[in-house]
């Protein structure tokens, strides 16, 4: 049963089945095999076919992508071809949003057009804002910002209308304009303080910082150094291709249904302290470290798996240094020379230096990734701990649109259903134990 490889694929794979002694040949394309021609593999008529077995998507790839590229043993990261490095250093924000749901970078009038529908789109109807002030004073921002990003989508049910590019665009300029806001109001309503409504003469990072930051003074002016670190850090969380919280968005949105209910499920993955949840875990382990003179015997416990893991280390994709690490680094240290450094940031690098240099951590080729300084910078920044994911959330929704979009207008695409291997009992029959 051996069928030749159709024109254009790269090459085949020869597949013997020794329950049946058949042969199979299924065709390779872009270093992939399709788990749908496995199917062909059967035992007999009445055989489901054979499945792949991946538990956490270790080696299955669930879309084509034209937007982030990443080598994680090279250290690489583009968006849509450009490396990581140059947009950080020479981009906006928004620059880096428009190139990431277009695939080019936008002319000096497509720039302009794109700015200013998303300044003009920061503003929230009030009854959000009073939906906000229901929350208790000790709620994490993350819940606040998850719950009102879905409730939007009961503002504009318009937004349903998904296959119509004109919904499309004004969904993603909404999201993209009022995250923010609704972040701001989350930080406000845990502080206490009366919300400050959006200023359109700001930049989008700028506009943020006042959001969060002003208080008496009729103009917020925002530390120029602060709204550019921000602004890097906004560029380095845009995408990251098909991470947990990505992926989220993308399978809720196979199902169809509206963008904010769509990111809201991306919002609510990002929250976990395995992903986005990471820069918050980073700064509780420094606070527990204490001291420096307490990060040897930290390290044993992390290695003997006795205590927490060594959070802000390691990564599914990268197995070298996360590149966005290393310029998040460089960025810790403009802040700091403006804020000045503490003890934390000496507990940090020590423990970065020491685990380096460890076998445990070399072996295993964990490095530090992006969350292990970002929550630092936040903090230096004034944040606190509870908000620094938040801030990675209000970056991640450019990736997200991109994401989501590509996959909607996927003509390969269904809505996402995995299979599973059923490990439960055989049929029984039922009889009442409430006796
Ligand atoms: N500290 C100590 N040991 C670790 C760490 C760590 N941070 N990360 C992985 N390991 C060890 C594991 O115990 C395992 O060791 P073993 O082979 O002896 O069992 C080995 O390294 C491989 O680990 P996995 O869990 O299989 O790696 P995986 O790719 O599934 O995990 C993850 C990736 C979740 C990021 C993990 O490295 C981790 O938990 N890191 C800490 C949390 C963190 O910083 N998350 C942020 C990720 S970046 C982001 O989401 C923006």
Same mark, same amino acid.
């Given at each position: 049963m051996v069928s030749p490889a159709p024109s254009g694929e790269e090459g085949s794979l020869e597949i013997r089945d020794s329950r049946t002694g058949r042969t199979y040949t299924v065709p390779i394309k872009d270093g992939t095999i399709r788990a749908l021609d496995l199917?062909?593999?059967?035992?007999?008529?009445?055989?489901?076919?054979?499945?792949?077995?991946?538990?956490?998507?270790?080696?299955?790839?669930?879309?084509?992508?034209?937007?982030?590229?990443?080598?994680?043993?090279?250290?690489?990261?583009?968006?849509?071809?450009?490396?990581i490095e140059q947009l950080a250093e020479s981009a906006t924000f928004l620059e880096v949003a428009y190139l990431l749901r277009n695939g080019e970078l936008p002319n000096r009038a497509e720039y302009d057009k794109w700015v200013h529908d998303i300044t003009f789109h920061t503003y929230v109807h009030e009854n959000i804002r009073k939906f906000l002030e229901g929350f208790r004073y000790d709620a994490h921002p993350m819940s606040m910002l998850c719950s009102s990003v879905a409730a939007l989508s009961s503002f504009y049910p318009t937004a349903r209308d998904i296959f119509n590019?004109?919904?499309?665009?004004?969904?993603?300029?909404r999201l993209l304009a009022k995250v923010p806001t609704l972040a701001a109001f989350s930080y406000r309503h845990v502080k206490g303080l009366p919300s400050v409504y959006p200023d359109n003469e700001l930049s989008y990072t700028e506009n943020m910082l006042s959001m969060v930051a002003r208080m008496t003074e009729p103009k917020y002016h925002a530390n120029p150094v602060m709204a550019r670190a921000l602004e890097v850090l906004f560029i380095l969380h845009a995408d990251h291709e098909q991470n947990c919280s990505t992926s989220a968005v993308?399978?809720?949105?196979?199902?169809?249904?509206?963008?904010?209910?769509?990111?809201?499920?991306?919002?609510?993955?990002?929250?976990?302290?395995?992903?986005?949840?990471?820069?918050?875990?980073?700064?509780?382990?420094?606070?527990?470290?204490?001291?420096?003179?307490?990060?040897?015997?930290?390290?044993?416990?992390?290695?003997?798996?006795?205590?927490? +893991?060594? @959070? #802000? %280390?390691?990564?599914?994709?990268?197995?070298?240094?996360?590149?966005? &690490?290393?310029?998040?680094?460089? /960025? =810790?240290?403009?802040?700091?020379?403006?804020?000045?450094?503490?003890?934390?940031?000496?507990?940090?690098?020590?423990?970065?230096?020491?685990?380096?240099?460890?076998?445990?951590?070399?072996?295993?080729?964990?490095?530090?990734?992006?969350?292990?300084?970002?929550?630092?910078?936040? +903090?230096? @920044? #004034? %944040?606190?701990?509870?908000?620094?994911?938040?801030?990675?959330?209000? &970056?991640?929704?450019?990736?997200? /649109? =991109?994401?989501?979009?590509?996959?909607?207008?996927?003509?390969?695409?269904?809505?996402?259903?995995?299979?599973?291997?059923y490990t439960g009992p055989d049929e029984r029959q039922y009889k009442s134990r409430l006796v």
């Open positions: 199917r062909a593999i059967k035992t007999d008529d009445d055989d489901f076919g054979l499945m792949t077995y991946d538990p956490a998507f270790m080696n299955t790839a669930s879309c084509r992508s034209g937007i982030t590229y990443i080598d994680g043993d090279k250290g690489i990261l583009r968006y849509r071809g450009y490396p590019p004109a919904e499309r665009q004004i969904s993603v300029i993308r399978g809720v949105g196979s199902s169809h249904v509206d963008p904010f209910s769509a990111v809201a499920a991306g919002i609510a993955a990002l929250f976990g302290p395995l992903h986005g949840g990471a820069n918050e875990q980073v700064l509780h382990m420094i606070t527990e470290i204490g001291d420096k003179k307490n990060i040897p015997a930290f390290i044993e416990s992390v290695k003997g798996g006795k205590g927490s +893991r060594l @959070m #802000g %280390f390691g990564h599914r994709v990268y197995k070298s240094y996360d590149p966005r &690490a290393k310029i998040v680094k460089k /960025l =810790a240290y403009d802040v700091f020379e403006i804020t000045g450094t503490d003890k934390d940031l000496d507990i940090a690098l020590e423990l970065e230096r020491i685990a380096l240099e460890d076998d445990y951590f070399v072996s295993r080729k964990l490095y530090p990734n992006v969350d292990f300084y970002t929550g630092l910078i936040y +903090r230096a @920044m #004034g %944040f606190p701990t509870e908000y620094f994911t938040v801030l990675f959330a209000i &970056a991640r929704t450019a990736g997200w /649109l =991109a994401q989501w979009e590509e996959g909607l207008v996927d003509k390969e695409q269904k809505i996402w259903r995995p299979r599973q291997i």
